[in-house]
């Protein structure tokens, strides 16, 4: 089923299994669909949480939420019934971080979960094909990032080398167990797995995407460091798909300075005092840190799904003058994400997926957060980090609903995302990764209440008639 397609079938009646969500004054009815279980998350705002039905809501369940994660160390793939209320534990999994879980979506029909997991012997990730019917496991031979809209294949990045650029969605193993990428390699890109066989094989790597791809990837600016993939997500109709693709010049943080940095920023999480403060102390990671993101040169590419017709949609120069996280349009052929187009300050903007001029949407208004749009192409969905220029600056994080043609914006609830633990390191943060469900009525999205991480549903039907 294309995430454009809206599904016709009726909602379950949230008031009867779950708690209304009546802080700051929800401007729809919001429920909390996880209240009896803590430290829980859903994916991300590129795909439903909520199955093909209607019915069910998948999520992660971290260990524990005040510290990054060891290696080897056990998650939990939780399903909720949203007509009864219920949750249950379905399995385990080692395959996870902390801001996208283990990357649970659901296949065809509410009968698959796929998710990822680690061998542990190997420190091999994979991904997992669940039957919730059977209770049977089968693992792939690839690692899930996007499931297509028909639920039949998988695109993923290398998920043991996403940490290079950045903490928090693919799956620990030992840093030792990380490949570190020279150039534009061969053995890594875009991988792709067949889930009814399991199959898997490297769709293209980031060499070929470089001597195929656009001019300006194969720069001199690119001659000293090296390529990584990152985001990779079907289109609507699975006809294209989108690719993050970062370079790190040589001067980056090395793999010891990075594997320093992640025991520091346990110390501070766990209070250890000694260590704890000669992390504070450490003005020069930081300084290294930052100058790592200041370097990076990030590059938004989409092509076709054999591999071929690579086009650049944002440039790395485009992209640093403030730019993040693109989505697709529900039609497939634009993309929305916040760029500073003008220079001026960061807005919305609708970009052609085949390359082309950005187009300013609800040009009043500053973007922020994880921009979705309705499957009507006018309302845009997103929110804000606590930090954000439009976000209160309480902690707490806005849901907001723009009319893309009149500019009117409507902040739909208010939710604390500013968690208490983690010694405020950043892959620790609680996005609340607003999601649209297939009808288009329902939006799924994070909060961090009483202390720890929840689920939330806003019904949205009253406002869009």
Request: aromatic fraction near 8%; charge should be positive; glycine fraction near 10%.
């Given at each position: 089923?294309?995430?454009?397609?809206?599904?016709?079938?009726?909602?379950p009646?949230?008031?009867?299994?779950f708690?209304?969500?009546t802080?700051?004054?929800?401007?729809?009815?919001?429920?909390?669909?996880?209240?009896?279980?803590?430290?829980?998350?859903?994916?991300?705002?590129?795909?439903?949480p909520i199955?093909?039905?209607?019915?069910?809501?998948?999520?992660?369940?971290?260990?524990?939420?005040?510290?990054?994660?060891?290696?080897?160390?056990?998650?939990?793939?939780v399903?909720?019934d949203?007509?009864?209320?219920?949750?249950?534990?379905?399995?385990e999994?080692?395959?996870w971080?902390?801001q996208?879980?283990?990357?649970t979506?659901?296949?065809?029909?509410?009968?698959?979960?796929?998710y990822?997991?680690v061998?542990?012997?190997?420190?091999?990730?994979?991904?997992?094909?669940?039957?919730?019917?059977?209770?049977?496991?089968?693992?792939?031979?690839g690692?899930?990032?996007?499931?297509?809209?028909?639920?039949?294949t998988?695109?993923?990045?290398?998920?043991?080398?996403?940490?290079?650029?950045?903490?928090?969605?693919?799956?620990?193993v030992p840093?030792a167990?990380?490949?570190?990428?020279?150039?534009?390699?061969?053995?890594?890109?875009?991988?792709?797995?067949?889930i009814?066989t399991?199959?898997?094989?490297?769709?293209?790597?980031?060499?070929?995407?470089?001597e195929?791809?656009?001019?300006?990837?194969?720069g001199?600016k690119?001659?000293?460091?090296?390529?990584?993939?990152?985001?990779?997500?079907?289109?609507?109709?699975?006809?294209?798909?989108m690719?993050?693709?970062?370079?790190l010049?040589r001067?980056?943080?090395?793999?010891?300075?990075?594997?320093?940095?992640?025991?520091?920023?346990?110390?501070?999480?766990?209070?250890?005092?000694?260590?704890?403060?000669?992390?504070?102390?450490?003005?020069g990671?930081?300084?290294?840190?930052?100058?790592q993101?200041k370097?990076?040169?990030?590059?938004?590419?989409?092509?076709s799904?054999?591999?071929?017709?690579?086009?650049?949609?944002v440039?790395?120069?485009?992209?640093r003058?403030?730019?993040?996280?693109?989505?697709?349009?529900?039609?497939?052929?634009?993309?929305?994400?916040?760029?500073?187009?003008?220079?001026?300050?960061?807005?919305?903007?609708?970009?052609?997926?085949?390359?082309?001029?950005?187009?300013l949407?609800?040009?009043?208004?500053?973007?922020s957060?994880?921009?979705?749009?309705?499957?009507?192409?006018?309302?845009?969905?997103?929110?804000?980090?606590?930090?954000?220029?439009?976000?209160?600056?309480d902690?707490?994080?806005?849901?907001?609903?723009?009319?893309?043609?009149t500019?009117?914006?409507r902040?739909?609830?208010?939710?604390?995302?500013?968690?208490?633990?983690?010694g405020?390191?950043?892959?620790?943060?609680?996005?609340?990764?607003?999601?649209?469900?297939?009808?288009?009525?329902?939006?799924?999205?994070?909060?961090?209440?009483?202390?720890?991480?929840?689920?939330?549903?806003?019904?949205?039907?009253?406002?869009?008639?």
């Amino acid at each position: 089923m294309s995430s454009a397609t809206v599904n016709t079938n009726a909602p379950p009646d949230l008031d009867r299994s779950f708690p209304r969500y009546t802080e700051f004054g929800p401007l729809a009815p919001t429920w909390c669909v996880t209240p009896r279980t803590d430290r829980v998350i859903h994916r991300f705002f590129d795909s439903s949480p909520i199955s093909p039905s209607g019915r069910y809501l998948a999520l992660t369940r971290l260990p524990y939420e005040d510290r990054l994660p060891r290696p080897g160390d056990a998650a939990e793939i939780v399903v909720v019934d949203l007509e009864t209320g219920d949750e249950r534990i379905v399995d385990e999994t080692r395959g996870w971080d902390t801001q996208l879980g283990a990357q649970t979506q659901w296949g065809a029909s509410d009968r698959e979960l796929l998710y990822n997991d680690v061998d542990t012997q190997c420190w091999r990730p994979f991904g997992v094909s669940f039957d919730l019917t059977t209770g049977a496991r089968r693992a792939l031979d690839g690692t899930i990032y996007h499931i297509s809209p028909d639920g039949r294949t998988a695109v993923s990045p290398c998920l043991k080398r996403t940490a290079a650029t950045q903490l928090g969605y693919g799956v620990w193993v030992p840093e030792a167990e990380r490949p570190i990428n020279h150039g534009a390699t061969r053995d890594d890109g875009i991988y792709i797995t067949d889930i009814p066989t399991g199959t898997s094989r490297l769709l293209v790597s980031l060499a070929e995407i470089v001597e195929r791809g656009p001019a300006e990837l194969r720069g001199p600016k690119y001659a000293h460091g090296a390529f990584y993939g990152a985001h990779v997500k079907w289109s609507p109709a699975g006809d294209r798909l989108m690719f993050v693709l970062r370079w790190l010049p040589r001067t980056s943080l090395t793999t010891r300075a990075r594997k320093q940095l992640r025991r520091w920023a346990m110390a501070v999480a766990r209070r250890i005092p000694g260590l704890a403060a000669r992390a504070r102390r450490n003005q020069g990671l930081a300084g290294a840190i930052k100058r790592q993101s200041k370097l990076m040169r990030p590059n938004l590419l989409t092509l076709s799904p054999d591999g071929s017709d690579i086009r650049m949609v944002v440039g790395a120069d485009a992209w640093r003058r403030g730019g993040h996280h693109p989505n697709w349009y529900p039609d497939g052929r634009n993309i929305v994400m916040n760029l500073n187009r003008d220079g001026d300050a960061i807005r919305f903007v609708r970009i052609p997926a085949l390359g082309g001029a950005p187009e300013l949407l609800a040009p009043a208004l500053h973007g922020s957060g994880h921009p979705s749009m309705h499957v009507d192409g006018v309302h845009l969905l997103s929110d804000a980090k606590p930090g954000e220029i439009v976000a209160a600056g309480d902690g707490t994080s806005p849901i907001r609903l723009i009319d893309t043609r009149t500019g009117q914006e409507r902040i739909l609830a208010r939710i604390l995302t500013q968690s208490s633990g983690g010694g405020g390191h950043l892959a620790l943060r609680v996005d609340a990764h607003p999601a649209w469900d297939r009808t288009f009525r329902r939006i799924v999205f994070n909060g961090y209440v009483g202390g720890t991480r929840r689920v939330y549903i806003t019904d949205i039907a009253g406002l869009l008639t």
